[in-house]
């Protein structure tokens, strides 16, 4: 079984983010970091190879990404956690692609990888837009398992079971391989890269393709080729000072005026 | 004017909060039609809703089976029925099964698509507030018809009672995946998260007792949040996190308690109207964009404001 982990490169989700004057992600503003929801979809795959006999059954785990130059260390993070391959599609012709585009992009690449089982995370956390996995199933005609707590896979039988897991509920859902399967946080504790995985990393192939490898011209992709446009942006107005109390036995009470001050209660 | 396709999320026959804010919000930049998924009996529970808040048309798209397919059966028989209609715009909720199906309309529809917005004009121009509320975004769809996700509790609904014209139209689902069974979640007394007015959020300040943080969102009527230092730490599910991973809200009122405001936390609560912190250290970044903040015990000052509001209230 081949599987095969969609993820991202993004500013640390702990660090503050800004637009550039350009009117896109200032992606020099904060640390680049693996996207933390992916790390999930990552680790999930390395159980479920784990799960299903491992490497020696014939199971392979490849990392496909879009994104800069810089973008094959969040791909290596990938590789030391115990991913075998990655797929770094880097083009100039790319920057400030939309998620139509950016779909479009990486949907002619895993058509020609052919793989049984996609994972995705939930979100990048700097658009997160969340559509990227519907707009895969989509264009690929697959289906689409969203917000898996859960994932169990019978090679044998080609088949994909999921809980999936929403405010409404959870629905126990199933499908044919090959399918999407997009996990949800905490769905498992993703593994530290082992001193041996880091080293091990540096070997494995990261293999770069550009558009033109896709078939796709670069006047579809980029800014040029988005379907929306940025008009304005500005920094929000910093919320005025607000009252500060130090507790000295009766700020609960206070806290509770406040509330009726501000019509609340 | 022409019709803009609003999406009425709903679940067996009950219709979600935001449907009530997403026809207020079409009915201000066109002809409000609503277009629900389901069966006729489930129209028929939603009907009245729908027309309080100032439906002109409503369209069934009729199926017994298509709810048992998260998105990929509403988006094709939805795209279908905006091409049919040569709609102006659609809308849909900004939540997990209102993105899924925004997604794939945009494909199909080859149109372009914009995410949690907070606003549209009649002219189509969104405001998003993004990276966690620091930043105001103004944007537009420039390719084919503008498909806009709009972020719950972001619009005030507004009743306009009417009577709206109902066409059915029968779809055959091509299921893909399929929903096997379903268990509801069990839902207390206490609203969701992401539509709730009122919000008590507990953190690492906790030390894993929740009851407190309980206790004052129950006298308030409050959804409960965690950070996810909480959550990490397997005190609250992770369904109530708050934050840059996690849910995005806005409500009227937030109560942050023992919670120190990493931007990982803020990104998801910064926009909510008035903020209300609790918390030991009074260097917590939390402070910076607290209406009011109390340096204190949360185990002594969310007691004694649970008491207050309780007697307040009789």
Not at chain 1, 67 to 94: F, N, T, V, Y
Not at chain 1, 200 to 221: E, R
Request: aromatic share 4%; net charge negative; glycine share 8%.
């Amino acid at each position: 079984m081949k599987i095969l982990v969609c993820v991202k490169q993004v500013p640390d989700s702990w660090a503050e983010k800004k637009l550039s004057p350009g009117k896109v992600l200032d992606r020099e503003s904060a640390d680049a970091v693996l996207n933390d929801l992916d790390e999930y979809a990552v680790e999930e795959a390395l159980r479920i190879v784990e799960a299903n006999g491992g490497v020696e059954a014939g199971h392979t785990i490849t990392l496909l990404s879009m994104g800069p130059e810089r973008a094959q260390d969040a791909l290596r993070k990938g590789l030391s956690m115990g991913a075998d391959a990655a797929i770094h599609i880097s083009d100039s012709a790319l920057a400030a692609s939309d998620a139509l585009s950016t779909s479009r992009v990486l949907a002619e690449a895993i058509k020609r990888e052919q793989p049984d089982l996609i994972l995705t995370g939930t979100e990048s956390t700097d658009a997160r837009m969340s559509v990227i996995p519907s707009m895969l199933s989509e264009r690929l005609e697959m289906p689409h398992l969203s917000f898996a707590g859960e994932v169990r896979v019978d090679v044998g039988a080609g088949k994909v079971a999921t809980k999936r897991m929403t405010d409404e509920g959870v629905e126990s859902m199933e499908s044919s391989l090959p399918a999407i399967v997009t996990v949800i946080e905490k769905i498992n504790e993703p593994r530290y890269p082992s001193f041996k995985g880091i080293m091990a990393a540096k070997k494995k192939p990261i293999t770069q393709i550009g558009i033109a490898d896709l078939g796709i011209s670069a006047n579809d992709v980029g800014s040029g080729g988005a379907w929306s446009e940025v008009n304005d942006f500005a920094l929000a107005p910093a919320r005025g000072a607000g009252i500060k109390v130090v507790d000295e036995g009766s700020a609960g009470n206070a806290l509770v005026e406040f509330l009726v001050e501000k019509r609340v209660i | 004017m022409g019709e803009i396709l609003v999406f009425i999320d709903h679940v067996d026959g009950v219709v979600a909060k935001t449907a009530s804010e997403l026809l207020t919000l079409a009915r201000s930049i066109g002809e409000a039609h609503a277009v629900i998924a389901g069966t006729a009996t489930e129209l028929n529970s939603a009907t009245d809703v729908l027309n309080k808040f100032g439906a002109q048309k409503i369209t069934l798209l009729e199926s017994a089976e298509i709810n048992s397919h998260p998105s990929s059966a509403i988006a094709s028989a939805f795209a279908d029925l905006a091409k049919t209609k040569g709609a102006k715009a659609i809308i849909l909720p900004s939540t997990a099964r209102g993105k899924e199906i925004a997604g794939r309309m945009a494909v199909r529809l080859e149109s372009g698509i914009i995410t949690d917005a907070v606003a549209l004009t009649p002219e189509l121009v969104s405001t998003q507030s993004v990276f966690g509320g620091s930043t105001i975004v103004h944007a537009r769809v420039s390719k084919g018809i503008p498909i806009i996700t709009i972020r719950p509790n972001a619009i005030e609904a507004v009743e306009a009672p009417g009577s709206a014209s109902i066409e059915k139209i029968s779809v055959t689902a091509s299921i893909t995946a399929k929903i096997i069974s379903r268990e509801p979640a069990i839902r207390g007394a206490r609203p969701e998260l992401s539509e709730a007015n009122i919000i008590v959020s507990g953190g690492r300040g906790t030390d894993g007792n929740f009851a407190p943080i309980e206790e004052l969102a129950d006298a308030l009527g409050a959804a409960v949040g965690a950070s996810r230092a909480a959550t990490d730490a397997g005190w609250y599910p992770h369904s109530h996190q708050v934050g840059q991973t996690g849910k995005t809200v806005s409500p009227a009122l937030y109560i942050a308690c023992g919670i120190s405001g990493a931007i990982q936390h803020r990104a998801g609560m910064q926009t909510s109207k008035t903020i209300v912190v609790v918390n030991k250290d009074p260097e917590a970044p939390i402070f910076d964009i607290a209406d009011f903040g109390v340096v204190g015990d949360l185990f002594a000052v969310t007691p004694q404001a649970t008491a207050g509001i309780k007697a307040r209230k009789g």
